[in-house]
């Protein structure tokens, strides 16, 4: 391969698309749809009536908290017994310390799911209270062993019988999981597609073959592919930033938590460790990686055989099904870590969705490594299978291409 050149494709197809009215119609449309969305369920939660019961010699007060009604009552009483007193409370907060009074645990009994915005208040006053009688700043808490300086327990009042409402520490993140799920459903067909028309177009245009003629069709393959990847990134960074400028601009930035998906455990709390947190991330990006790679070299195969003679939607639709298919499996049963949803993490074609699905309901580490490789084998292959086929497929311009033609070319 000869970078300079797929660096000029590069550079060729980021500064096309970035002039283009598609861009401009992305970047603006999608933040405003999410300021939209926050402005229609910004007032949308009333105030929690919530007990508080406090065990300790630590001040703490909710006092300023606008989401949080609070009702002191008697700490001796049982937790019957303060909702029997209390019959309009929502939920109940008990602190206490641990044994040596090195750790205070924060118990929440709830009768009904909560926003996040609830818990966030809750968790910021208890730690601001906790690091006033410390004597040390909420950070330092935070950063300096968390599990070992606090605990934030919730519990539903009564106890709720569906095992599927439970307090695993995965299904935490159920809400990040789904937005992680749809951003790369998102990215990978978004970006697969503009190199299909792309592609498409210059072929339709012959400019495609004025290209091979100068250039080898691996570098202008591998051009195009990293351009589009590229450009999803950039469209990431400025949604990330527009969305920021919309929220702080024209909203009160803490009612943000309260604009959340709403999952089977869209009131847990979010709080995720900082090793959890990169982990997560790590596997996003290369679920991210390798299925846009993956389906970006499938699409550009579909690209390069279009003609008024070939059925390109036939090919486009067995493409585009398993993912769709998978999206709609995994959101069905989410948080449920069955053999459908452990068989499609490892299919390569379905495990960037499935994967990530898996990840809010408890996989163990070398499950996510072998998953990923799978995924990344299968990547380099359908690269190398777009790049051998790109020629012919061009070539034949007005030649009737099927899946047994595709074959025989990459035969030879």
Not at 136 to 163: G, R, V
Request: hydrophobic fraction near 45%; aromatic fraction near 14%.
């Amino acid at each position: 391969m000869k970078f300079n050149v797929i660096q000029r494709i590069i550079k060729f197809e980021v500064v096309r698309y970035l002039k283009s009215r598609t861009f401009l119609y992305c970047s603006l449309l999608f933040p405003i749809f999410v300021g939209f969305l926050f402005f229609v369920n910004a007032d949308q939660h009333q105030p929690v009536s919530l007990i508080v019961q406090n065990n300790t010699e630590i001040a703490f007060s909710l006092d300023g908290c606008d989401n949080i009604i609070p009702i002191v009552t008697d700490s001796k009483m049982s937790v019957d017994e303060a909702f029997a007193s209390n019959d309009n409370s929502q939920a109940l907060l008990q602190l206490s310390f641990a044994s040596n009074k090195k750790k205070l645990n924060a118990t929440i009994y709830k009768k009904q799911k909560f926003p996040l915005e609830f818990y966030s208040t809750l968790r910021e006053q208890i730690i601001k209270a906790y690091g006033d009688y410390l004597h040390e700043d909420s950070l330092s808490i935070m950063m300096n062993d968390a599990e070992s300086s606090y605990s934030f327990e919730q519990k539903f009042y009564p106890e709720n019988p569906d095992p599927e409402i439970g307090q695993s520490s995965a299904s935490k993140y159920a809400d990040l999981t789904m937005a992680a799920i749809m951003l790369i459903y998102f990215i990978v067909f978004q970006f697969s597609n503009n190199i299909m028309k792309s592609i498409s177009i210059e072929k339709q245009n012959k400019i495609s073959e004025i290209l091979l003629s100068s250039v080898h069709p691996k570098n202008i393959v591998f051009g195009k592919i990293i351009s589009g990847y590229i450009l999803a990134l950039i469209q990431i960074v400025v949604w990330g930033m527009l969305i920021y400028f919309i929220i702080n601009t024209f909203f009160d930035v803490s009612k943000l938590a309260s604009l959340s998906i709403q999952s089977s455990n869209s009131d847990a709390v979010p709080l995720m460790p900082a090793n959890e947190l990169l982990s997560f991330f790590f596997v996003f990006l290369m679920c991210v990686t390798g299925g846009y790679f993956m389906y970006s070299s499938l699409f550009a195969i579909i690209g390069s055989i279009s003609n008024e003679n070939t059925d390109t939607q036939k090919f486009s639709f067995i493409l585009t099904m398993p993912l769709i298919i998978t999206l709609v499996y995994v959101t069905q049963h989410f948080q449920s870590n069955n053999s459908v949803v452990i068989f499609l993490s490892y299919f390569p074609i379905t495990s960037p969705i499935a994967l990530m699905a898996r990840m809010v309901s408890g996989i163990s580490t070398w499950e996510i490594l072998l998953s990923l490789l799978i995924l990344f084998i299968s990547m380099i292959v359908c690269v190398r299978l777009s790049s051998s086929l790109y020629r012919n497929t061009i070539i034949a311009d007005k030649e009737k291409i099927t899946i047994k033609k595709l074959l025989v070319w990459l035969r030879q």
